[in-house]
């Protein structure tokens, strides 16, 4: 299962490297990386490129987390038990999160993993999508803070795979707190990679979202 688990992260990051919206910035002569928040995540791909590549590179980074976990399912449902074939999945799901946080061509420095989170989440926590989406949603339709309102998701994320693992209701078997392990460092890394976010909310100079693009 060592064994696994490593090419699960292999392979979950190198999916976890393709960012929409790095290469859509590159391909128009824009670099994210220097633009912007110098993020290469969606929010600052809307800032910089529009609503239509930030909507692609969305969905992009949540599917880029869910692609490599249906591989490794179909791979090994036959293989290895149930237990070891969901944590499998939600291995690969968690190296896509690391792929896109960490991508080695970027000397590590990502995006923050928000996207990439939620698709993880649905491949390991699906019982938790519906407090992420709204926790998420509610929060930027009050106060147009995206960074808020994914620092708020994020937060979720970490305190429902706590009580969902600990109790049961999310089931890995022998592979229980390595399930807990991962939801809450996905969380807890996205809520660190937002720390010059968090100065500027505290100092009340955080930009707002808006889906108005000014090129």
Do not use: W
């Amino acid at each position: 299962m060592i064994l696994y688990r490593c090419i699960a992260l292999l392979i979950g990051y190198a999916c976890g490297l393709f960012t929409f919206g790095y290469i859509a910035g590159k391909v128009t002569g824009n670099d994210l990386t220097k633009k912007g928040s110098g993020n290469i995540g969606a929010t600052n791909t809307l800032r910089i490129l529009g609503v239509k590549p930030a909507v692609i590179a969305l969905i992009s980074d949540i599917l880029k987390a869910i692609v490599p976990a249906i591989i490794f399912y179909f791979i090994f449902r036959n293989i290895v038990d149930h237990d070891s074939t969901k944590i499998l999945t939600l291995y690969a799901a968690f190296g896509a999160v690391l792929g896109h946080d960490f991508p080695f061509y970027l000397k590590f420095k990502g995006g923050k993993g928000i996207a990439t989170d939620f698709g993880m989440s649905l491949v390991g926590y699906p019982i938790e999508a519906p407090i992420l989406i709204a926790t998420f949603f509610i929060t930027v339709f009050i106060t147009k803070y995206v960074s808020l309102s994914s620092i708020l998701a994020c937060t979720a994320l970490i305190v429902q795979t706590i009580i969902f693992c600990l109790t049961g209701v999310v089931d890995y078997g022998p592979y229980q707190y390595e399930a807990l392990f991962i939801g809450v460092f996905c969380g807890a890394v996205s809520i660190i990679k937002h720390h010059a976010n968090i100065g500027r909310l505290v100092h009340h100079t955080e930009s707002k979202v808006s889906l108005h693009h000014n090129k």
